[in-house]
């Protein structure tokens, strides 16, 4: 099943059942969200997904060069799973590939997780990065500002220090100059703010922030890492805000700025011309802040990507019952990755399925201990 057919079916929302309640307001916060949301039907924010091209490159740009933590040893093998051993993600990759012969695919990942985007040093937001072979895939490199682009955002303690080390290793820059460009102000943030764009080695960009005086943070001490944030580029603000709202329920409360924002200092850090409308929610359980931009006059046939290209994102929510969300899909008639309607079993009691927004860009849902494999 092709992601176009899948969006087609996810634009049917917007005279589905949780539009029916179009004029209630979808933007209730009066300043962006800095306290932390009470988990409810999500308990946190799981991951920041990536299709890679390589795990190994992975590890060494973002633990090695930036300090992220990793799960298991460093030299560990990382051996590619396939259908006999990791028939879960495949089931996914089945419908949404595109390519005939699927379930050929080979697949690994490894997680490393992010310091300061737990609530208390725990449950922390990570990547989890996926290389995915044997299948026919090509590269996913949206601009900046098309409708379905990402970009992670790392809160760093020392700037300079570690693009130093960056440029040592010839890591792309997108910034215009190559060089940090102070920020005159953030909605959310508070300090005197320089930032900087990469790309990691598959082109996603990610965006080193380092905020003075430094942010409250549950890393520990001598963490090179403070926290994170990740930021979406949409087609139409209140469309992809009402789907996740929808999907994740009451507790995922935003702010918004219909007006438009953006100046040099903008342009200069994404290297991309253009003004925007923001809008902010915090994920339950979780310090991790979603920004989301429309930019004015975007290209509105913006590329689609499979789900094994290499640069494609998804973020992953921990649902406290894959059931109550899967309901609200239903309910919304939004195509799901899941040849029976239902969860998929990942593990003998973990759950997950994917859906695609209004734009593109998959988000996941886990849950754990709910219910046992039959």
């Given at each position: 099943?092709?992601?176009?057919?899948?969006?087609?079916?996810?634009?049917?929302?917007?005279?589905?059942?949780?539009?029916?309640?179009?004029?209630?307001?979808?933007?209730?916060?009066?300043?962006?969200?800095?306290?932390?949301?009470?988990?409810?039907?999500?308990?946190?924010?799981?991951?920041?997904?990536?299709?890679?091209?390589?795990?190994?490159?992975?590890?060494?740009?973002?633990?090695?060069?930036?300090?992220?933590?990793?799960?298991?040893?460093?030299?560990?093998?990382?051996?590619?799973?396939?259908?006999?051993?990791?028939p879960a993600l495949l089931e996914f990759v089945q419908l949404a590939t595109g390519?005939?012969?699927?379930?050929?695919?080979?697949?690994?990942?490894?997680?490393?997780?992010?310091?300061?985007?737990?609530?208390?040093?725990?449950?922390?937001?990570?990547?989890?990065?996926?290389?995915?072979?044997?299948?026919?895939?090509?590269?996913?490199?949206?601009?900046?500002?098309?409708?379905?682009?990402?970009?992670?955002?790392?809160?760093?303690?020392?700037?300079?220090?570690?693009?130093?080390?960056?440029?040592?290793?010839?890591?792309?820059?997108?910034?215009?100059?190559?060089?940090?460009?102070?920020?005159?102000?953030?909605?959310?943030?508070?300090?005197?703010?320089?930032?900087?764009?990469?790309?990691?080695?598959?082109?996603?960009?990610?965006?080193?922030?380092?905020?003075?005086?430094?942010?409250?943070?549950?890393?520990?001490?001598?963490?090179?890492?403070?926290?994170?944030?990740?930021?979406?580029?949409?087609?139409?603000?209140?469309?992809?805000?009402?789907?996740?709202?929808?999907?994740?329920?009451?507790?995922?409360?935003?702010?918004?700025?219909?007006?438009?924002?953006?100046?040099?200092?903008?342009?200069?850090?994404?290297?991309?011309?253009?003004?925007?409308?923001?809008?902010?929610?915090?994920?339950?359980?979780?310090?991790?802040?979603?920004?989301?931009?429309?930019?004015?006059?975007?290209?509105?046939?913006?590329?689609?990507?499979?789900?094994?290209?290499?640069?494609?994102?998804?973020?992953?929510?921990?649902?406290?019952?894959?059931?109550?969300?899967?309901?609200?899909?239903?309910?919304?008639?939004?195509?799901?990755?899941?040849?029976?309607?239902?969860?998929?079993?990942?593990?003998?009691?973990?759950?997950?399925?994917?859906?695609?927004?209004?734009?593109?860009?998959?988000?996941?849902?886990?849950?754990?201990?709910?219910?046992?494999?039959?």
């Open positions: 099943m092709r992601f176009a057919n899948i969006l087609v079916t996810a634009l049917a929302i917007l005279s589905g059942s949780f539009f029916v309640s179009a004029q209630q307001p979808w933007a209730t916060l009066n300043e962006p969200p800095t306290t932390l949301t009470p988990a409810g039907d999500v308990l946190s924010c799981g991951h920041l997904g990536r299709q890679i091209g390589n795990v190994e490159l992975m590890i060494h740009f973002y633990h090695d060069l930036l300090g992220l933590k990793l799960m298991g040893g460093r030299e560990q093998a990382r051996p590619f799973g396939s259908k006999t051993t990791g390519v005939p012969n699927p379930m050929e695919a080979r697949n690994r990942a490894v997680i490393m997780p992010i310091q300061g985007t737990g609530a208390q040093g725990g449950n922390e937001m990570t990547i989890e990065a996926i290389e995915i072979k044997n299948i026919a895939s090509k590269p996913y490199r949206p601009s900046m500002k098309d409708p379905g682009a990402s970009r992670l955002i790392l809160f760093v303690r020392d700037l300079d220090k570690t693009l130093a080390v960056l440029k040592d290793e010839l890591v792309p820059v997108v910034t215009a100059g190559g060089n940090p460009v102070v920020v005159p102000s953030h909605p959310g943030i508070t300090g005197k703010i320089r930032s900087v764009i990469v790309r990691d080695p598959d082109g996603y960009p990610v965006e080193l922030m380092e905020v003075s005086p430094e942010p409250a943070s549950s890393a520990p001490a001598d963490s090179k890492i403070l926290g994170a944030r990740v930021v979406f580029v949409v087609d139409d603000l209140e469309t992809t805000c009402r789907w996740y709202q929808h999907l994740i329920g009451p507790d995922l409360k935003f702010w918004a700025n219909s007006s438009l924002m953006g100046d040099k200092s903008d342009e200069e850090l994404t290297a991309t011309p253009g003004r925007f409308r923001m809008a902010m929610a915090m994920i339950p359980g979780s310090p991790v802040v979603m920004e989301f931009l429309e930019y004015e006059n975007h290209d509105k046939n913006f590329a689609r990507p499979h789900v094994q290209d290499p640069g494609t994102a998804h973020i992953l929510f921990m649902a406290k019952d894959d059931d109550i969300i899967m309901e609200r899909i239903r309910s919304a008639k939004v195509q799901t990755l899941s040849a029976t309607g239902a969860p998929v079993f990942i593990g003998p009691v973990t759950r997950s399925f994917f859906a695609t927004n209004p734009d593109g860009l998959w988000a996941e849902f886990m849950d754990h201990n709910v219910k046992k494999r039959p």
